[in-house]
């Protein structure tokens, strides 16, 4: 018996807006159109997904006592650098970081998964410069 593999098509480019909205409800979505699971030519060993832009990921909707509750930990490798952060120093400081955060989490650990990380642009205001891909708003992200 033998293999068949389909020919990929070009990817295409979907624009989602963070605007209130639930980080891990909207990090599925976005981890599987990077994977490419929501088409009928999805195959785990190819990089068949789209382009994802995130807007607006400063303004992202977060249970009242998460912001104290949820920390980021980071390790430079050297003793005694270990390094916390809240998530609300995280929202005022690099919140583009916990969207690439969440949506790496979901992704499988191996070459593919960093290959697909590169296909999700995060930005804070709502201007982009990706205007001449004419990415599609995804309509069902609540």
């Known amino acids: 018996m033998k293999t068949t593999t ?7 480019w979907i624009l ?7 980080l891990g409800r909207m990090s599925t979505q976005i981890a599987t159109i990077l994977r490419g699971k929501n088409k ?3 195959s785990p060993h190819q990089l068949c997904g789209d382009h994802v832009i ?4 400063d303004k992202l909707f977060f ?3 998460k912001h104290r509750r949820k920390i980021y ?12 952060f809240s998530l609300q120093y995280m929202m005022d400081k690099k ?6 955060k969440a949506v790496k989490g979901m992704l499988p650990k191996n070459r593919l998964a960093r290959q697909m990380l590169k296909r999700l642009h995060v930005y804070t205001g ?10 599609k708003a995804l309509t069902n992200a609540k």
């Open 6 to 12: 389909l020919k990929l098509a070009d990817p295409q």
């Open 16 to 22: 989602i807006d963070a605007e209130g909205q639930n």
């Open 40 to 42: 009928a030519t999805f």
């Open 54 to 57: 995130v807007i607006n990921a």
């Open 63 to 65: 249970n009242p006592t």
């Open 73 to 84: 930990v980071t390790h430079s490798g050297y003793l005694g650098h270990l390094r916390t």
């Open 95 to 100: 919140p583009t970081q916990i969207v690439e």
């Open 126 to 135: 709502t201007e982009h410069q990706h205007t001449a891909q004419q990415p």
